[in-house]
């Protein structure tokens, strides 16, 4: 998984920044459907607090690529043939 800290431009809002990186990992198949989100690992290897990466995942949640499940988990979604084809 691509999460180099130094990519990061602190400059720029980081929960953008962020949300290209994880949407990326997902369209591209580095992160496969099922796989579970790990908010504090993916802010600790971006040497970032959670809440950026939450607002980032929240927002990937809305397009449907992530699931968020209350009490369960966060996960990578299914993505169907239409999802891939947009």
């Known amino acids: 998984m691509d999460l180099d ?9 980081l929960r ?4 290209h990186k994880i949407r990326n990992l997902i ?6 459907p099922g796989e579970v989100i790990n908010e504090v690992a ?3 290897a971006l040497g970032v607090s959670r809440t950026p990466v ?9 397009e449907g690529l992530v699931k968020i499940l ?4 966060t996960y990578v979604a299914p993505i169907s ?4 084809e947009e």
């Open 5 to 13: 800290p130094s990519t990061l431009n602190r400059a720029l809002p």
């Open 70 to 73: 209350a009490q369960t988990g």
């Open 27 to 32: 369209v591209v198949g580095q992160m496969k």
């Open 54 to 62: 939450r607002e980032a995942v929240k927002r990937i949640s809305d």
């Open 81 to 84: 043939r239409a999802d891939l």
């Open 42 to 44: 993916i802010a600790e």
């Open 16 to 19: 953008d920044q962020i949300y």
